[in-house]
Nanobody, 121 residues
Framework: QVQLVEFGGGSVRAGGSLTLYCAAS?????MGWFRQAPGKESEGVAQ???????TYTDPVKGRFTISRDNAKNTVYLQMNVLKPEDTAMYYC???????????????????WGQGTQVTVS
């Protein structure tokens, strides 16, 4: 059974930093982060391919960095200069396909974690 476990969320002041972690039960060639704020639709944040090729959406470019450790089946999301609008539930997702799609698309991801809350005040 595939499992994705996220941790690292929390509350932080605007301008601060947080790092999210996602541990997968096995290797996936494409992994991503999505988020959903209350009352809003889910949106992509970042994704990373098996060799470290990364894609970011415009709201987080220059502030967030996605990385992965294939030996540990773990993906990270370093979030800097956090803003109140970054407040959301963050979800890790994994896809069997590779390369990762050109644009982040939730429908192309097969497995999802339970989410971790990030609150920026």
């Amino acid at each position: 059974q595939v499992q994705l476990v996220e941790f690292g969320g929390g509350s932080v002041r605007a301008g601060g930093s947080l790092t999210l972690y996602c541990a997968a039960s096995r290797f996936f060639p494409c992994m991503g982060w999505f988020r959903q704020a209350p009352g809003k639709e889910s949106e992509g944040v970042a994704q990373i391919g098996r060799y470290g090729e990364a894609t970011y959406t415009d709201p987080v470019k220059g502030r967030f960095t996605i990385s992965r450790d294939n030996a540990k089946n773990t993906v990270y999301l370093q979030m800097n200069v956090l803003k109140p609008e970054d407040t959301a539930m963050y979800y890790c997702a994994a896809a069997e396909l590779w390369p990762c799609p050109a644009r982040l698309s939730a429908r192309l991801y097969n497995y999802w974690g339970q989410g971790t809350q990030v609150t920026v005040s």
